[in-house]
T-cell receptor
Framework: QKEVEQNSGPLSVPEGAIASLNCTYS??????FFWYRQYSGKSPELIMF??SNGDKEDGRFTAQLNKASQYVSLLIRDSQPSDSATYLC???????????WGAGTKLIIKP | DTGVSQNPRHKITKRGQNVTFRCDPI?????LYWYRQTLGQGPEFLTY????????KSRLLSDRFSAERPKGSFSTLEIQRTEQGDSAMYLC????????????FGSGTQLSVL
């Protein structure tokens, strides 16, 4: 079992709809959870982080964390073609500086 | 430009040669990280510096890899006796070191070992 798992996709969503991306992790001691977006050929860029159970909203993005079930999700409302990218989930496991990454979910927003 | 800068952008080398990459972090960031990423995978942690001190190095990293951050500013990553399996994107990231880690990545160095 991988430490951080994501469905590789691609996940295809119509423009204007809600895109839902999921991530599960294996270590119950994980403390912080991050979503990064990576466009093809580019470096990852941080979208959101969350460390408390529940929802955290930032514009069109909502991160959801459920530590009991060991999953974290990212919702993108009113999806735009510019949201088409690979979304990487990263988890802080051992310390405050080493992140464990999932392989990413490729999201395609269809106009 | 106040972002993370990496050089070179691309490096092609023959197996067995040594290569060195450079990273200039955001100036006020005291934390610096090196990651490696292959196609279809997430970044893999290599090493971490706080100022000039190398505080952690991945157990997966062989002794052919070495990194330095003299004076706590720019950093270099050297790979000795390169192998074809070293072919990857090498990413540098910096962080202000406050609260949950928020990494700012450079554009990366794409290494191809022939």
């Amino acid at each position: 079992q991988k430490e951080v798992e994501q469905n590789s996709g691609p996940l295809s969503v119509p423009e204007g709809a809600i895109a839902s991306l999921n991530c599960t992790y294996s270590d119950r001691g994980s403390q912080s959870f991050f979503w990064y977006r990576q466009y093809s050929g580019k470096s990852p860029e941080l979208i959101m982080f969350i460390y408390s159970n529940g929802d955290k909203e930032d514009g069109r993005f909502t991160a959801q964390l459920n530590k009991a079930s060991q999953y974290v999700s990212l919702l993108i409302r009113d999806s735009q073609p510019s949201d088409s990218a690979t979304y990487l989930c990263a988890v802080n496991k051992y310390s405050n500086y080493q992140l464990i990454w999932g392989a990413g979910t490729k999201l395609i927003i269809k106009p | 430009d106040t972002g993370v800068s990496q050089n070179p952008r691309h490096k092609i080398t023959k197996r067995g040669q040594n290569v060195t990459f450079r990273c200039d972090p955001i100036s006020e960031h005291n934390r610096l990280y090196w990651y490696r990423q292959t196609l279809g995978q997430g970044p893999e942690f290599l090493t971490y510096f706080q100022n000039e001190a190398q505080l952690e190095k991945s157990r997966l990293l062989s002794d052919r890899f070495s990194a330095e951050r003299p004076k706590g500013s720019f950093s270099t990553l050297e790979i000795q006796r390169t192998e074809q399996g070293d072919s990857a994107m090498y990413l540098c990231a910096s962080s202000p070191g406050q609260g949950p880690e928020k990494l700012f990545f450079g554009s990366g160095t794409q290494l191809s070992v022939l």
